[in-house]
């Protein structure tokens, strides 16, 4: 196993108790298609958690930089597999792009303070 690196995104649900409480219910475990699940792994992922609060939600996933393609190409491979572009189209039914970004959903953000990376005292 290569290096893993944590990568970070955001998006918007449509702010309804129906619509979130039926997107939570696609998360459960055994929710999402099989084929999804192994797309995700496939590029390398070996843990995504996604956090809800309100109606915007915060995606972490951890992946083995070795086997991370680059958006193009994962955009190519996903739309050529038809689970996984219906399971995107589902999702995006659910979805409302952050304000700045209106054409985007899951905009990876950026990581500005890392405690590892503060100095420390020995305590």
């Not at 998360?27 to 843990?47: E, F």
């Not at 958006?71 to 979805?95: G, H, Y």
């Not at 700045?100 to 503060?118: D, G, S, Y």
């Amino acid at each position: 196993m290569g290096k893993i690196v944590r990568r970070c995104f955001a998006v918007d649900l449509v702010d309804d108790a129906e619509s979130i409480a039926r997107y939570r219910e696609w998360h459960k475990p055994g929710g999402p298609p099989q084929a999804v699940t192994d797309a995700i792994r496939a590029d390398g992922v070996v843990d995504l958690q996604i956090w809800l609060v309100g109606d915007r939600m915060f995606m972490i996933l951890e992946q083995d930089e070795t086997l991370a393609v680059d958006p193009a190409t994962k955009a190519i491979r996903d739309a050529a597999n038809p689970d996984v572009s219906a399971w995107d189209a589902l999702m995006r039914t659910f979805q409302k792009p952050l304000p700045f970004a209106p054409n985007l959903t899951w905009v990876e953000m950026e990581a500005i303070h890392l405690l590892a990376a503060q100095p420390s005292k020995n305590i």
